[in-house]
Structure formats: structure tokens, C-alpha cells
């Protein structure tokens, strides 16, 4: 995992000093003075995998790769390319010159591994980060498309340009979210609990997991049908949206198994929002056909990690395992409820 935020680190780096150049070289100005602002931005994502380079080596950061050999070799491949651009040279250089250079530059960068990288930061800086780069991009495609017919090879870069940027956060996102749901994956759970537990951990924070579970699945799809079965769980997917706060992660974990991440949810506001999530799966009738609806319950574990500041942070599956306990009790109670939290509260200090 190192190795890859190195190479990302080592990739903006160049792709800034291959910018810096053209601002300098170019004749245009007001291209040059496009470059010196992409250089600027440059800067600014090598902060970002330097920020994550310093989480990854205080354990904030899970390492969600599988394949971590392919992803080096891919960004590998994308710094052979950079580096031929950012040796420089003397010569001056025209506008069209510089802005084919710049498109070539951020297509070799534009790689899905970036993106999945982006979505380790915590919520709202991923997002912002995200809004950022596609920024950057479309004021290279701007320029490109003021300055250039379409037919020009500059235009056609433009147009390839944006199309590889639509598909590699089609990729991103096919890396991390469920494609029936919409809502995260296992993936996308790995990677925010184990940011969310080694916050919790060293500020001495709740972190709180709440497992859901469709009741008597199974027999909504032996009776209804599989494709009823998927409504069933959109339509309780999107219950969950309504009913969670804005900073909580709500994963599909298995077939008809859910897992809520809520950050700084102490166990008595997890029983509210426990009963939220049980109220709004009664609340649910899907349509089966034929004038059949089908009626949702849920049962609910929870799961809260309370530890003192500076703890050891709690790995995902103890997390989950705690509240896979607590299901279990809601499913012997009878169903359509959630049972008590199991409560983590005595980590031993880093140190001792």
C-alpha cells in the first residue's frame, strides 16, 4: 500500500514540474498562464497523497488492496510516460504544443486507481478531492475546446479526455459501491472502518455498527421470486438512506445483510436510530404484482467501540463480530426489533 501512495505522490510530482515548464516556455500567455495554474493544482494533489501517505503510516488507513502488484505496475507504467514530459527543455513552445502536452499528461494520469485512492480520505474531504480533480480537468477541456476545431488533433484529445474521465469514475465506482443497492460495498466499509476506528481509537471516541438483517428473506424469495426479492432490497436500501445522518456509511455487507458505520454515535443514540431503521423497515410494502405487497421487518445488532485516547485501534472483524452478537439476540427475541448493544469499552494503550 506504501508503494502505491509513493507512486501517486511521484506521478503529480512530475505531472506538476512537466506544467511548471510549459508556464515557463510557452509563448502564449494566457496558456502559460493555464499551465502555472495546473502546476498550482498539481501541488495541491501531492498534498493529498502525502496526507495519505502519513495516515497509512500512523494505521489510520485499511489497506483495502487485493491486487496491489497490478496497481503498481499500472502506475508504473504512467510514470515512464510523465517523466519524458517533465524533463523540459529551452526552446519556446506554442499554445497548441503546450495543451497537446497537457491533454497526454492527464491522460496517463487519469487511472482508476487514483480515484479509489481518493475515497480512503475520510467523507467529505474524499468528496471534495473528487470535485477538485474533476475541476482540473475541465479547465484543461475548456481550454482545449475554446482554442482548438474539432477535428484538430487537440480536439480530439479534448473529446478522449473526457470520455476516459466519465469512465474512470464509472470504474471508481464500480470498485466501490454495490450495483444493485447503490450503497457502498465490503470494499467501501473496509476502508471507512478502519479510518472511523483508528480515529476513535486515538481520540478516545465512539464508533458505533449497526447490523441489519431483512427477516425471513429467504422466504420472500421462495415465495415472490428472486427480482421481487432485489425490490425488496432497494426499496429497504433507500429506507435506510431516509432514516441515517448525512456522516453514517450504510453498506450492503451480504445477500440481505446491511452494516450502518455511524462515527461519534454513542450507544443510547444507537438505539434510536436502531429503532429508526426498524420503524422504516415496517413502514415499507413492495409491490409484488397482482395486488400482493410485501411487508418488511429487520432486525438490528449494534455494536459501540468506546475506548480510552491513544488506544489500539479495534480491528473490522471484532467490530462486526460484536455486532453480529447483538443481531443474534434481536433474531432469538422473535424479530422486527433491534437488541442492546454489545459495548467495547477496555483497549489497552498503545505502549503498554
Excluded at 119 to 133: F, K, Q, T, W
Excluded at 158 to 183: C, H
Excluded at 274 to 293: E, F, I, S, T, W
Aim: aromatic fraction near 6%.
Amino acid at each position: 500500500m506504501r508503494e502505491i501512495l509513493e507512486s501517486c505522490v511521484r506521478v503529480d510530482v512530475l505531472a506538476e514540474a512537466a506544467y511548471t515548464d510549459m508556464a515557463r516556455r510557452c509563448t502564449d500567455p494566457v496558456v502559460a498562464e493555464l499551465c502555472a495554474v495546473m502546476a498550482d493544482e498539481e501541488a495541491a494533489h501531492v498534498q493529498w497523497w502525502n496526507e495519505l501517505l502519513v495516515a497509512w503510516d500512523e494505521g489510520l488507513l485499511a489497506d483495502v488492496w487485493t491486487t496491489s502488484e497490478t496497481a503498481v505496475q499500472q502506475l508504473a507504467s504512467t510514470i515512464e510516460e510523465l517523466e519524458r514530459f517533465a524533463r523540459g527543455g529551452d526552446a519556446p513552445i506554442d499554445a497548441e504544443s503546450a495543451l497537446t502536452i497537457a491533454a497526454r499528461i492527464e491522460f496517463f494520469a487519469l487511472d482508476p486507481v487514483f480515484a479509489e485512492l481518493l475515497d480512503l480520505a475520510e467523507p467529505g474531504v474524499a468528496r471534495a478531492r473528487h470535485d477538485a480533480y474533476s475541476h482540473h480537468i475541465a479547465r484543461l477541456v475548456d481550454a482545449l475546446d475554446r482554442t482548438f476545431a474539432p477535428d484538430s488533433l487537440a480536439g480530439f484529445l479534448s473529446r478522449i479526455l473526457k470520455r476516459a474521465e466519465r469512465e474512470n469514475q464509472a470504474l471508481s465506482q464500480y470498485a466501490t459501491l454495490d450495483p444493485l443497492t447503490g450503497l457502498g460495498n465490503r470494499r467501501a466499509l473496509a476502508a471507512q472502518a478502519g479510518q472511523w476506528a483508528s480515529w476513535a481509537a486515538r481520540y478516545g471516541s465512539p464508533v458505533t455498527f449497526l447490523m441489519v438483517d431483512v427477516d425471513h428473506f429467504k422466504t420472500i424469495n421462495d415465495a415472490f421470486g428472486h427480482a421481487i426479492g432485489d425490490r425488496v432490497l432497494v426499496a429497504m436500501a433507500d429506507a435506510m438512506r431516509g432514516a441515517l445522518r448525512g456522516a453514517d456509511l450504510v453498506a450492503r455487507y451480504g445477500g440481505d445483510e446491511f452494516v450502518v458505520l455511524a462515527p461519534e454515535l454513542e450507544p443510547d443514540d444507537a438505539r434510536v436510530v436502531a429503532q429508526r431503521l426498524v420503524r422504516a423497515a415496517r413502514d415499507l410494502k413492495v409491490d409484488a404484482g397482482n395486488g400482493a405487497m410485501v411487508k418488511i421487518t429487520v432486525s438490528v445488532g449494534i455494536a459501540t467501540a468506546f475506548d480510552p485516547p491513544d488506544s489500539k485501534p479495534r480491528p473490522l472483524d471484532e467490530l462486526l463480530a460484536a455486532a453480529d452478537r447483538s443481531l443474534y439476540n434481536a433474531k432469538q427475541g422473535g424479530r422486527d426489533q433491534f437488541a442492546d448493544p454489545v459495548l467495547l469499552l477496555k483497549a489497552k494503550p498503545l505502549g503498554e
